[in-house]
């Protein structure tokens, strides 16, 4: 950090709650005004701690938290926000785990009576995601993190659930945050620049996760040479021209051949590859121009041919940085050598959607893709499984809008007519599903309520979980030909769908869920919970399982309860990382009023569920009809009035 922190006339601005033109008239008007420390002429730095107290002596400073007052300071650290954050965020793991480190940056020790006082307040943990909240938010000098709905894609994608998962473009750990509350069994990154790096791996380290993040240029000086992983999910750096194309020529990490200097992005493809232990899955945001680009024809083709390269899949602009761009996903399996290659590869054409719709449909059409990859699948508008043989073309371009099949006039006429029927029916059930409730007098007592520990202390419901990964002793049970027992995964909880996971021997125990269990991911952005409503399912990892006492406790009004407003604040960590379900507020109610309560709920639930499928169906309407008229293949129906 630097020795004396400084900021701008615009930063004393935005401080003291005043226009830019406030602070000119006050260094004219005020002959005691704190006298430039740095800068130029035109855009002069003040000494903070000085500008600070004056401001106070003036009644202009607004009282602040303590972790605002904190921030304030590490941000205007040198040469970074993220190297404020790191200085302290290694004061926090030590107290962490039960040590008294001392502060040696002289200018930490001014800090150290708030540090005190938020650790007191929110523990290490705590204190250190509330700083990161402030980091996180758009400033000057913090970089864009991928947001967490698409981490969160790519590492379903990738399944991840008790693997070992590598991010050699970590950055400040989005991928491997989202890694975590995915249930990963350890997370390791590498990222070029310092700070960051020490960000994700303060961050693994205070939430007890195995791995470890290094700093340097993945490409050039690698971290983990000869190791490979379950699972690598990545987002590296675009457009880089120079990346090493000169020093790593022959570098045996290029197991389909040498790069070329103009296709930086499939160095990286080629990196991630050789770090993946066979069959295992990797995922790649890139930009879209990878799928064509001339100079990456060889490379495309041999990916094909031998079966690393599975899915392409391309998502709705802005989702992510950069934002005028419409990004693909790449999905990579490491393929077995011996063993025939795949005839068939997925292109999933998402441009066109809306993400909270569409990312759950991707995971299910990729899920339907694995369980038969050589299976014809179809989708028209949406996705295919494309045979390799058509891809292996002149131009090997595998971008998905250019793949979809032609559709004839025929099929979008029975296409429209389907979608119009399932819409209309979609549409004719939600009247009936929407829950009846009648507002109450907004002067009645606040209602008493309990914790969630407290109800487990009291024996109205069991707390399970959440299930570790490890390597169970027991047997699944599963007699020839059943296959492994489905899993609930919280990626299923959180969007709404299908259990989708497989018991691959990596749940350290095995938990049967019973009708009536109520499951809550530990690891969300937001609350979510299920009640189980079939049996035959196990509890995968990073899941609470309520298993409710039904003689005191009814499992769809605590469900209902749990994904309150008040209790995702309650719960939720203040990273919205994590969840401490224990934490949540539970009315206390007669059984029979909770049973009223909880047919609400289950409503509530299946109305949800149909305006989900409402969406997705709509935007199909949307995108044939549209497409229709545009080919010639549909006429507009004539009012013959």
Same mark, same amino acid.
């Given at each position: 950090?630097?020795?004396?922190?400084?900021?701008?006339?615009?930063?004393?601005? &935005?401080?003291?709650?005043?226009?830019?033109?406030?602070?000119?008239?006050?260094?004219?008007?005020?002959?005691?005004?704190?006298?430039?420390?740095?800068?130029?002429?035109?855009?002069?730095?003040?000494?903070?701690?000085?500008?600070?107290?004056?401001?106070?002596?003036?009644?202009?400073?607004?009282?602040? =938290?303590?972790?605002?007052?904190?921030?304030?300071?590490?941000?205007?650290?040198?040469?970074?926000?993220?190297?404020?954050?790191?200085?302290?965020?290694?004061?926090?793991?030590?107290?962490?785990?039960?040590?008294?480190?001392?502060?040696?940056?002289?200018?930490?020790?001014?800090?150290?009576?708030?540090?005190? %006082?938020?650790?007191?307040?929110?523990? *290490?943990?705590?204190?250190?995601?509330?700083?990161?909240?402030?980091?996180?938010?758009?400033?000057?000098?913090?970089?864009?993190?991928?947001?967490? !709905?698409?981490?969160?894609?790519?590492?379903?994608?990738?399944?991840? !659930?008790?693997?070992?998962?590598?991010? *050699?473009?970590?950055?400040?750990?989005?991928?491997?945050?989202?890694?975590?509350?995915?249930?990963? %069994?350890?997370?390791?990154?590498?990222?070029?620049?310092?700070?960051?790096?020490?960000? =994700?791996?303060?961050?693994?380290?205070?939430?007890?996760?195995?791995?470890?993040?290094?700093?340097? !240029?993945?490409? &050039?000086?690698? =971290?983990?040479?000869?190791?490979?992983?379950?699972?690598?999910?990545?987002?590296?750096?675009?457009?880089?021209? $120079?990346?090493?194309?000169?020093?790593?020529?022959?570098?045996?990490?290029?197991?389909?051949?040498?790069?070329?200097?103009?296709?930086?992005?499939?160095?990286?493809?080629?990196?991630?590859? =050789?770090?993946?232990?066979?069959?295992?899955?990797?995922?790649?945001?890139?930009?879209?121009?990878?799928?064509?680009?001339?100079?990456?024809?060889?490379?495309?083709?041999?990916?094909?041919?031998?079966?690393?390269?599975?899915?392409?899949?391309?998502?709705?602009?802005?989702?992510?940085?950069?934002?005028?761009?419409?990004?693909?996903?790449?999905?990579?399996?490491? %393929?077995? +050598?011996?063993?025939?290659?795949?005839?068939?590869?997925?292109?999933?054409?998402?441009?066109?959607?809306?993400? $909270?719709?569409?990312?759950?449909?991707?995971?299910?059409?990729?899920?339907?893709?694995?369980?038969?990859?050589?299976?014809?699948?179809?989708?028209?508008?949406?996705?295919?499984?494309?045979?390799?043989?058509?891809?292996? !073309?002149?131009?090997?371009?595998?971008?998905?809008?250019?793949?979809?099949?032609?559709?004839?006039?025929?099929?979008?006429?029975?296409?429209?007519?389907?979608?119009?029927?399932?819409?209309?029916?979609?549409?004719?059930?939600?009247?009936?599903?929407?829950?009846?409730?009648?507002?109450?007098?907004?002067?009645?007592?606040? *209602?008493?309520?309990?914790?969630?520990?407290?109800?487990?202390?009291?024996?109205?419901?069991?707390?399970?979980?959440?299930?570790?990964?490890?390597?169970?002793?027991?047997?699944?049970?599963?007699? +020839?030909?059943?296959?492994?027992?489905?899993?609930?995964?919280?990626?299923?909880?959180?969007?709404?769908?299908?259990?989708?996971?497989?018991?691959?021997?990596?749940?350290?125990?095995?938990?049967?869920?019973?009708?009536?269990?109520?499951?809550?991911?530990?690891?969300? &952005?937001?609350?979510?919970?299920?009640?189980?409503?079939?049996?035959?399912?196990?509890?995968?990892?990073?899941?609470?399982?309520?298993?409710?006492?039904?003689? %005191?406790?009814?499992?769809?009004?605590?469900?209902?309860?749990?994904?309150?407003?008040? $209790?995702?604040?309650?719960?939720?960590?203040?990273?919205?990382?994590?969840?401490?379900?224990?934490?949540?507020?539970?009315?206390?109610?007669?059984?029979?009023?909770?049973?009223?309560?909880?047919?609400?709920?289950?409503?509530?639930?299946?109305?949800?569920?149909?305006?989900?499928?409402?969406?997705?169906?709509?935007?199909?309407?949307?995108?044939?009809?549209?497409?229709?008229?545009?080919?010639?293949?549909?006429?507009?129906?004539?009012?013959?009035?």
């Amino acid at each position: 950090m630097q020795e004396t922190p400084t900021i701008t006339a615009a930063e004393i601005a &935005r401080i003291a709650g005043v226009g830019r033109a406030a602070v000119s008239n006050w260094r004219k008007r005020h002959a005691n005004f704190p006298t430039p420390v740095g800068g130029t002429p035109a855009s002069p730095e003040f000494d903070l701690t000085q500008v600070e107290q004056w401001l106070r002596a003036q009644g202009k400073l607004p009282e602040l =938290a303590t972790v605002d007052r904190l921030w304030r300071h590490l941000a205007t650290a040198i040469p970074s926000p993220a190297v404020g954050l790191a200085t302290v965020g290694h004061l926090l793991l030590a107290r962490h785990r039960g040590q008294r480190s001392r502060a040696t940056d002289p200018q930490l020790v001014p800090l150290l009576p708030d540090l005190d %006082a938020l650790v007191e307040e929110l523990g *290490p943990q705590g204190a250190f995601d509330a700083l990161w909240q402030r980091f996180s938010a758009p400033g000057p000098g913090r970089p864009f993190a991928t947001p967490d !709905d698409v981490t969160d894609l790519m590492v379903a994608l990738a399944d991840v !659930d008790g693997s070992a998962v590598l991010d *050699p473009a970590a950055g400040s750990g989005a991928v491997l945050r989202a890694a975590v509350r995915a249930g990963c %069994a350890s997370a390791h990154g590498q990222e070029l620049d310092e700070g960051l790096a020490r960000l =994700a791996g303060l961050w693994l380290s205070l939430r007890d996760v195995p791995g470890e993040v290094s700093t340097g !240029d993945s490409l &050039r000086a690698d =971290a983990f040479t000869g190791r490979t992983f379950d699972a690598v999910v990545c987002h590296p750096p675009f457009g880089v021209t $120079n990346w090493g194309d000169d020093e790593l020529g022959h570098d045996p990490r290029w197991i389909v051949g040498s790069t070329p200097r103009t296709e930086p992005e499939l160095a990286w493809v080629q990196h991630v590859l =050789a770090h993946l232990r066979v069959e295992g899955h990797a995922v790649l945001l890139m930009p879209p121009t990878v799928a064509g680009r001339r100079a990456g024809k060889r490379i495309r083709a041999e990916l094909l041919r031998r079966g690393h390269l599975r899915a392409v899949v391309a998502l709705p602009p802005g989702v992510a940085a950069p934002h005028n761009v419409p990004l693909h996903l790449w999905v990579l399996r490491r %393929a077995t +050598p011996e063993a025939p290659p795949p005839q068939r590869a997925l292109l999933v054409d998402a441009a066109a959607g809306e993400p $909270n719709v569409t990312y759950p449909r991707i995971l299910e059409v990729w899920r339907a893709f694995v369980a038969a990859p050589d299976a014809e699948l179809e989708e028209p508008g949406f996705a295919r499984a494309v045979p390799v043989i058509d891809l292996l !073309d002149e131009e090997v371009d595998i971008t998905p809008v250019r793949r979809q099949p032609t559709v004839t006039g025929g099929d979008t006429g029975v296409q429209l007519a389907n979608v119009q029927q399932r819409l209309a029916a979609a549409v004719g059930n939600l009247p009936a599903l929407v829950p009846r409730v009648t507002p109450v007098d907004d002067s009645r007592p606040a *209602p008493e309520t309990m914790t969630v520990a407290e109800l487990a202390r009291s024996g109205a419901l069991q707390i399970i979980g959440p299930v570790r990964t490890g390597y169970s002793t027991e047997r699944d049970g599963t007699t +020839p030909g059943e296959g492994p027992p489905t899993v609930l995964t919280g990626q299923d909880v959180v969007s709404g769908i299908e259990a989708s996971g497989h018991d691959n021997g990596s749940l350290a125990e095995r938990i049967d869920l019973q009708t009536g269990d109520v499951i809550v991911p530990v690891a969300a &952005r937001r609350l979510a919970s299920r009640v189980i409503t079939r049996g035959g399912l196990l509890l995968g990892p990073g899941l609470f399982l309520l298993r409710p006492n039904p003689a %005191a406790l009814d499992p769809w009004f605590l469900a209902g309860q749990l994904r309150s407003t008040a $209790n995702d604040r309650q719960a939720t960590s203040l990273s919205g990382t994590r969840i401490d379900v224990r934490r949540a507020q539970i009315r206390r109610l007669p059984l029979e009023e909770q049973r009223a309560h909880g047919e609400v709920y289950c409503r509530l639930t299946d109305f949800e569920s149909t305006v989900r499928e409402v969406t997705a169906l709509g935007g199909d309407l949307v995108r044939l009809t549209a497409d229709g008229l545009a080919g010639g293949l549909l006429l507009p129906e004539r009012d013959e009035r």
